[in-house]
């Protein structure tokens, strides 16, 4: 069994260490491919998992299990990253904190996981559909994409995510628009 996905911001993130981190706090690690992508064996790992990717440089992104199973597809992004900082921040905890501590900080169950990923979804809706996805059957963590400039790529090169603020800015150069996450 094995998570794979595709760790992207406003580029695929390339060479990047990205860390998965189960329910009981025993780490997977490895290396993002150049296209973003990566795949971490997960066999005897409980879910849920965190992702943690960090590129060479810029901010750390995070992610979080949309399903209960040990083989999925956990995206990391700018988006997932505000998902997963929003639960900890209700909890008046932070993510590092939580990624370091699983066990005694665990991560949202899929449910809790869904709802956030439903307001960020619908935040972001127009935009991926105008890029052409499909936003009712599509999940912001779990539906594997391409980091290749098309659908959700598009958006997130389009996207400034502000998570001490909770923010998203969405801009093509002639639209803008901003919006809060509460």
């Known amino acids: 069994t094995s998570v794979e996905g595709v760790a992207s911001a406003a580029q695929p993130l390339a060479n990047a260490t990205v860390t998965l981190v189960d329910a009981a706090g025993v780490t997977r690690s490895g290396t993002t491919a150049a296209d973003g992508t990566f795949t971490l064996l997960t066999g005897g790992l409980t879910p849920p998992f965190m992702v943690k990717v960090q590129p060479a440089s810029g901010n750390t992104l995070y992610s979080v299990s949309a399903d209960a199973n040990a083989d999925s ?10 998902i997963i900082r929003s639960w900890y921040s209700t909890q008046g905890q932070t ?22 990923s439903n307001v960020v979804l619908q935040v972001t809706q127009l935009w991926l559909t105008n890029n052409g996805v499909d936003t ?15 659908g959700l790529d598009k958006v ?16 093509d150069g002639t639209t803008t628009q901003n919006s809060t996450v509460t």
Not at 73 to 82: A, F, G, Q, S
Not at 136 to 150: C, Q, R, V, Y
Not at 157 to 171: L, P, R
Request: no cysteine.
């Open 73 to 82: 597809v956990i995206n990391v992004d700018p988006l997932t990253d505000l």
């Open 95 to 116: 993510v590092d904190t939580g990624f370091a501590s699983p066990a005694s900080l665990p991560p949202p169950t899929p449910v809790q996981v869904q709802l956030i």
């Open 136 to 150: 009712t059957t599509f999940n912001l963590i779990s539906t594997p994409f391409a980091a290749d400039g098309t």
């Open 156 to 171: 997130l090169d389009q996207t400034t995510v502000d998570t001490s603020a909770n923010t998203v800015k969405i801009t």
